[in-house]
């Protein structure tokens, strides 16, 4: 038993080393293509821009309790694209190419449980192969790679993050799947100018409609570039009806899981549904993928904690000796809060981050 205990504890330290010198490497060497230079992009934030950015990022996000960042809301996009310059090595560091969370079964890999979440969405919208859906916030790619490989469909991918699309084509390329993948950077509140006439035959979104200014908005939006009958999924993170907007406790984690994943508010399951309804969809299935699978979902985060309070010690480290940039701990801090915040949601029941609501477009619009 002790043996066992010391290998884990051998094996956390090994993760919390090699991932801060991993994210300090990252972040000071490889984040700038000096040939954005001449085409005028400013491709990840470079290493002299962390501090500024993470302090920029954390004074954004003085909220009122309970009520998101109120009027600022009109520049998410701006912070929502700030912020995943800052973290996106870290999350592919910690958490993979998949940036989501996943219902597990007992005995399940991590791995296993985070396919299985990405195939389920495309079944619901009937993806099959000679078929494109969109893909509304798409990350560096994990689950589209994952749904062309399970389904033969093709996918579109769209994000705000520059970063993101880099990585993205690079592991499209890798996994030679190039051909039934496609990704573009633009702003999902803004389909009908970046897609003009084109027109999809589903989406889906996983844990990225969060992000959205507004959802009805973003709703409309998916409407107007799908064919009539076509079907959009979205895991949604949404307050459960267990929130009670008067517990103070309530209201500081949901608040904190805001702050930590540049969410503008955390909007209830009614407010997604009659979003879904005023953009013109029939809501054919809502359904809390949280409340499924044998392992509770915040549990993936616990398990990763002791490594991460390391990497945390380690990032101060190298930032001190001058090898990380500076404000790459202060990025580490917000993201430890936001996993401690979701952790104690979870465990409350009071918030889910794949709550599923799939709709449809009626075949006569
Ligand atoms: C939590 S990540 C999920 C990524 C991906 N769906 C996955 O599961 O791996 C949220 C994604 O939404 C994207 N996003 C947020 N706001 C966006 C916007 N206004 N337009 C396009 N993409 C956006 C982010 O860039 C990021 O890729």
């Known amino acids: ?23 300090a490497v990252k972040m000071s060497w490889f984040r700038k293509n000096p040939f954005h230079v001449f085409s005028g992009k400013t491709g990840a934030m470079s290493k002299s821009l962390v501090d500024a950015g993470i302090q920029s990022y954390n004074a954004f996000f003085e909220q009122e309790d309970g009520k998101g960042v ?15 310059s800052l973290i996106t090595d870290f999350y592919e560091y910690g958490w993979g190419e998949s940036f989501h969370f996943a219902a597990r079964e007992k005995g399940e890999s991590f791995e296993k449980s985070i396919i299985r979440q990405e195939l389920a969405i495309a079944e619901n919208i009937g993806l099959k192969p000679g078929m494109n859906v969109l893909d509304l916030g798409c990350g560096v790619g994990g689950p589209m790679r994952n749904i062309v490989q399970g389904t033969g469909g093709k996918v579109t991918g769209i994000t705000i993050n520059e970063y993101q699309v ?8 890798a996994a030679k799947l190039d051909h039934l993948t496609e990704i573009i950077q633009g702003n999902f ?24 200014s507004n959802t009805q908005a973003l709703y409309e939006q998916v409407f107007a570039v799908l064919k009539p009958g076509a079907s959009f ?9 267990k929130y009670d907007p008067t517990n103070k406790t309530h209201v500081d984690i949901v608040d904190g899981i805001a702050e930590g994943n540049a969410l503008p508010e955390v909007r209830t399951i009614e407010d997604c549904i009659q979003a879904a309804k005023g953009a013109g969809f029939e809501v054919t299935l809502t359904f809390d993928r949280a409340t499924t699978g044998g392992v509770p979902w915040q549990q993936a985060m616990k398990s990763a904690r ?60």
């Open 70 to 84: 109120g009027t600022k809301i009109v520049s998410t996009p701006d912070f929502v694209n700030k912020f995943y």
């Open 189 to 212: 509140m803004d389909l009908t100018k970046v897609f003009k006439d084109r027109k999809f035959d589903g989406a889906y979104a996983i844990e990225a409609a969060c992000h959205a």
């Open 1 to 23: 038993m002790s043996s066992n205990n010391d290998n884990m504890k051998s094996a956390m330290t090994i993760i919390g080393v090699s991932g801060s010198v991993y994210i």
């Open 166 to 173: 880099g990585r993205c084509e690079t592991l499209n390329k």
């Open 306 to 365: 002791r490594a991460a309070y390391l990497t945390h010690l380690m990032t101060g480290l190298l930032e001190f000796i001058g090898f990380a940039p500076k404000g790459t701990q202060a990025v580490h801090t917000m993201l430890l809060k936001a996993a401690v915040n979701l952790e104690k949601s979870g465990d409350l029941g009071i918030f889910s981050p794949m709550y599923l609501i799939v709709m449809k477009k009626p075949l006569s619009a």
């Open 233 to 241: 999924a979205s895991y949604e993170w949404l307050r459960t009806d």
